[in-house]
């Protein structure tokens, strides 16, 4: 196996031995002339040679060409074309600033990126998604929402009704690694999944990459969820948000030092518990109920090559009731970066991190309380490095280190409390990634891009490792100290993707991956609750696998008015958990007896076609697809569908600017309803009814559809203010969807046992007053 | 606890309705259900003997009869039941000793189950009391029945109750064990009743506790998302219900328990 990959990276290295004589590099940042932002994925376009290259997630780009003149061209959807004449006979930087197009309603362009970049790119099952985008969608009680609108992509569906967490083909919940500003978030919901933690005002680019990933992410089997927070403006002041029915949000943002730097601070609230007073009870009077989120983020030039960024964010739900009771859980992470230019070619980042994941429940009387707590934290230190080599390599490389401290659970008990104090000990592990890739342009018209990530996960002590017989009863326990290694697992994940231009709006793409995932998150019912526990690997618990492949055909029509793409994925899992019946999960320190493994397939296909420029503008994804999953104690060992199996997915989604006043939107979707268990028969026990159970997940509840629709009325539009309503309907032919259904004795002749269907929401309308100084 | 669940569920039901539908279902081949019990008081041991049936049928459920069922203790001592009812089958000689395993072999139409069960070490009442709060929106009381014992510090004790006012059994499996409170003075009142009542001046209430088996407990604490009167699932129910685990082979249905038993009673003043 080793062999292979030296032949490999010796193969590239025989590659590069035709040196480049005679070129230069051109290198700088691609910025917005009107606050400073740095743009992602902007297009820099040799016209000369019909080559190019795209900036990177800092806005950087690194053009290497042969001596001479050229017209370099500067584009990105949405802004003004920017075109300049360079000479290359020595290398220098140079900076581009693009402004937006000026407003035109025939020409209105929502969507970013590069117009026909879905088919030059080697990118597969990957979708970029800007807040102008997710603003216009109408979500449930007017809260934009990035989790929900990548749920209307193809390929990634919802875990369920009202629930932030998502799926990607064929993953579960956990095996999406959603970062901000690089730092991990573990929970991303807020209110039992209902709203997600990112406040799209504060964010720049969301990107969600659906299995292969370029080597540089890992660490989660299903996909990455990468998004990005603005910088602020370096050029003026700014603050914007918005009131809400159920939130409110507020966002500044102003330049440090004019052009040297800036900052931008968002946050946003709940208030459900606000108007508890007005029931005039004195229980709910002492009660709360509600989520905030707050992100911070500050960065400044230091010098030419250098720039730093600290980022911040923190968010939590609060629940309590009347003093006695109290349910709080949230993130907090913290990043550091530092860019640096290292040449012209070279572009280094640095990154170091903080993540805080806990929940905390609270019981208190007058003579005792008890306090259950649970988490994780993670220190991570990062370093990325990209070499622009030429026009027709770049290299990228680097190292992770993440050091993970994981809290499943503590009860301190003070006072009468019936419960002992207790701890399930904590545990400590090092995960280490390191990783190369290749972009290579093979020929104008064949692109690779693949890569190797090697990933180590090692748990260390101190610890108490058990070790069960069959029955889940302890045989032996050995003792670890601090900095013992437990469990060392070692993987290697090629990535591979290649793109077969076939003319000049369709090409061919072909993609591999295997991902490993070393932490876990246990948990049992349908919503994201905090009481879901994040799980290292351990001598029981494999780290899982995934390979990957997809296949894909990529169109645009109409001068890249039309995007539209196929594509065919198969997707293996190993060593997946699940709960054995009637598992204890709760404070367990012999949690790993509690667990089966087994494995899991899912294979699809998915259909996106975009409409990107116009007064109209939308999309429409339908994804058919198949995951089971196979274990030997679950089902009598015969393979069962995942519980978010879904046959068909589609979705449509529309937006259109009116005139200048009004813009109208609608999404309207469908599913196959999620996999359940019905009983297919009854008894009785102790006098009580009790519902007989044959295959598991063997039957559908019933088909989900809905349509929601939108609305947004410009008070005021000019260039520095902005004042607008949002009037939005979630559910406009008010579907009463299942969310569950239960099936029990009827309240009117207990002889009669029927199904009965709980939906959660009819029609919910709600109004946004929007805001921008 | 009980009133978290409430606050959210109003929460849930303030944009959510039920209605109910009909689906289809698989039908499944009529099963085995063995409820069997013993005791250290005779009177207490029985074996209840019925089938399963379709989930749209009336929940009459038929007696098996003509089944012989056989008692075995550590000894080879055997204890036979005889058929007092259909389908309810007896035993008056047998008295559970605490520390002894059991097997019992139950055989009809041609199949024979077997199960064991070992009778665990007492945990008696010291008293039981009935308190009343206010329930949020309304004037109402929520009534809480608590019963006090001794955990037995070291030894994994289980225990299941029966909640009985005015002579009538209380729908709804309560359950305790000790993981989270071994040794510990307890004050159990988690007896979630599936109907509310209000308690006037005057009622009997008796609070049964039955000192169980790790494999009872077991049964019992994954009964709950498989009963039809809970209407299991919700927000924190389960969302893949499975037959509850059971020590019976052959795929019956059911439990086979040695339990010792007590009982306490107040009236309500």
């Known amino acids: 196996m080793r062999t292979k990959y030296f032949a490999i990276i010796l193969l590239f290295i025989t590659s590069l031995a035709f040196s480049q004589n005679g070129t230069h590099t051109l290198s700088g940042f691609i910025y917005d002339e009107s606050n400073g932002e740095t743009m992602i994925g902007a297009n820099i376009f040799v016209k000369e040679l019909s080559i190019g290259t795209s900036s990177n997630v800092y806005g950087f780009y690194s053009l290497t060409l042969p001596n001479g003149e050229y017209t370099i061209e500067i584009s990105f959807v949405g802004y003004e074309k920017v075109s300049q004449t360079v000479d290359f006979s020595k290398s220098h930087k140079l900076d581009f600033k693009i402004s937006t197009t000026s407003y035109d309603l025939d020409e209105i362009v929502v969507i970013d990126k590069k117009a026909d970049h879905n088919v030059k790119s080697t990118e597969m099952g990957t979708n970029d998604l800007i807040p102008k985008e997710i603003d216009k969608i109408p979500v449930l009680l007017g809260e934009k929402d990035i989790l929900k609108t990548i749920q209307l992509l193809p390929g990634v569906s919802s875990a369920g009704e009202g629930n932030s967490g998502f799926i990607v083909r064929g993953g579960t919940a956990d095996q999406n690694l959603v970062i901000l500003d690089e730092a991990p978030v573990y929970n991303a919901s807020h209110l039992l999944g209902f709203f997600s933690v990112f406040n799209s005002d504060a964010i720049k680019n969301a990107k969600i990459i659906k299995g292969i990933s370029g080597p540089e992410y890992g660490g989660r089997l299903s996909s990455v969820l990468d998004i990005t927070m603005k910088d602020g403006s370096n050029k003026d002041y700014s603050f914007y948000g918005g009131v809400g029915l159920i939130s409110s949000r507020l966002t500044v943002e102003g330049p440090i030092l004019e052009d040297k730097g800036s900052f931008i601070v968002s946050g946003r609230r709940t208030y459900a518990d606000l108007f508890f007073p007005l029931f005039g009870d004195d229980q709910l009077e002492n009660s709360a109920l509600y989520f905030y989120d707050l992100n911070a983020k500050l960065n400044y030039l230091i010098s030419e090559n250098d720039r730093i960024f600290l980022s911040a964010y923190t968010g939590r739900d ?5 003093d006695e009771f109290g349910f709080d859980w949230g993130n907090t992470t913290a990043t550091l970066r530092w860019n640096h230019i290292v040449s012209e ?5 640095t990154t170091l991190m903080y993540s805080d994941y806990n929940y905390d429940i609270n019981v208190e009387d007058a003579d005792q309380s008890t306090t259950i707590s649970s988490g994780i934290r993670d220190l991570n230190l990062k370093e990325d490095l990209e070499y622009y080599y030429n026009s027709d390599h770049t290299l990228k490389f680097g190292l992770n280190v993440i050091y993970h401290t994981f809290k499943p659970g503590e009860i301190t008990a003070e006072g009468g409390s019936i419960f002992n104090s207790k701890k399930v000990n904590e545990s400590h592990a090092l995960e280490s990634n390191v990783y190369i890739g290749h972009e290579w342009n093979v020929t104008p018209i064949l692109k690779f891009d693949y890569g190797f990530r090697y990933s180590n996960f090692t748990l260390i002590g101190p610890a108490d490792v058990y070790a069960f017989d069959s029955d889940g009863n302890v045989t032996d326990t050995k003792v670890y100290k601090s900095g013992d290694v437990i469990k060392s697992y070692n993987h290697i994940e090629p990535r591979f993707s290649a793109n077969y231009l076939l003319d000049e709006t369709s090409s061919l793409k072909l993609g591999y991956a295997r991902n490993t995932q070393n932490i876990h998150l246990l948990s049992t019912s349908t919503t994201s609750t905090p009481l879901d526990i994040w799980q290292p690997s351990t001598a029981i618990i494999e780290p899982e696998i995934s390979d990957l492949v997809s296949i894909g055909y990529f169109r645009n029509f109409n001068n890249n008015k039309y995007a539209a793409s196929i594509e065919l994925y198969y997707k293996d899992m190993q060593k997946l958990i699940e709960y054995k019946n009637g598992a204890d999960i709760f404070l367990n320190e012999f949690i790993e007896s509690q667990l089966v493994f087994g494995y899991g397939w899912s294979y699809g296909l998915e259909l996106f076609v975009e409409k990107k420029i116009g007064r109209f503008t939308g999309w429409l994804s339908y994804t058919l697809s ?14 069962f569908p995942s519980r978010q199996d879904r046959t068909h997915d589609i979705s449509i989604v529309g937006m259109y600017d009116l005139n200048d006043k009004w813009t109208l939107s609608a999404n309207w979707v469908y599913y196959t309803g999620l996999a359940a268990t019905y009983p297919a028969g009854k008894y009785e026990i102790d006098g009580q009814t009790v519902n007989y159970y044959t295959k598991r997940n063997g039957q559908r509840m019933p088909n989900y559809h809905r349509l929601d629709l939108g609305a947004t009325y410009f008070l005021k539009k000019t260039n520095n203010q902005e004042m607008s309503l949002t009037f939005s309907v979630y559910n406009a032919y008010a579907r009463e969807n299942a969310y569950t259904i239960n099936f029990e004795e009827s309240e009117n002749d207990p002889n009669v046992t029927q199904a009965v269907k709980l939906a959660l929401f009819s029609v919910v309308p709600s109004i946004t007053f929007n805001f921008r100084f | 606890m009980k009133k978290v669940i409430f606050v959210i569920t109003v929460f849930l039901l303030f944009f959510g309705c039920e209605e109910v539908i009909k689906v289809e279902l698989d039908d499944a081949e009529p099963q085995i259900v063995i409820e069997a019990n013993i005791s250290n008081i005779p009177s207490n041991n029985s074996v209840i003997i019925t089938k399963s049936t379709d989930f749209y049928n009336p929940s009459e459920f038929t007696d098996v009869t003509g089944a012989q069922v056989t008692v075995t203790d550590q000894e080879g001592n055997t204890f036979s039941f005889i058929e007092l009812s259909p389908g309810r089958y007896i035993n008056r000689d047998l008295s559970a000793k ?12 041609e199949i024979t ?16 009391t009935v308190t009343g709060e206010k329930r949020p929106f309304s004037d109402e009381l929520d009534y809480e029945y608590h019963c006090y014992f001794q955990d ?14 005015n002579g009538e059994n209380q729908s709804g499996i309560f359950r305790y064990d000790d993981r989270l409170t071994d040794g510990n003075y307890i004050d159990f009142n988690r007896f979630f009743l599936q ?4 308690i006037s001046i005057g009622d009997v209430i008796t ?3 039955l000192t169980i088996d790790k494999a009872t407990f077991e049964y019992f604490d994954t009964l709950r998302d498989a009963l039809a009167s809970s209407g299991g699932g919700g927000p924190f129910g389960s969302t893949a219900p499975a037959n509850p685990t059971t020590n019976w082979d052959n795929n019956a249905l059911g439990y086979f328990s040695a339990y010792s038993i007590d009982s306490k009673t107040v009236v309500i003043k």
């Open chain 1, 318 to 322: 609060v629940f309590s009731f009347n």
């Open chain 1, 345 to 349: 070619k070279l572009f280094s980042n």
């Open chain 1, 626 to 639: 198949t995951t089971e999953r196979k274990f030997d104690e679950i089902n009598n060992g015969d393979p």
């Open chain 2, 98 to 109: 605490v520390g002894s395993e059991y097997s019992i072999s139950v055989t009809t139409e």
């Open chain 2, 113 to 128: 189950y077997s199960a064991k069960s070992y009778q665990p070490q007492q945990m008696f009442m010291d008293s039981i």
């Open chain 2, 152 to 165: 037995f510090p070291g030894v994994k004790d289980y225990a299941r109750f029966r909640l009985i006012i």
């Open chain 2, 195 to 198: 109907d509310e009542r209000s």
């Open chain 2, 207 to 209: 609070i049964e506790m």
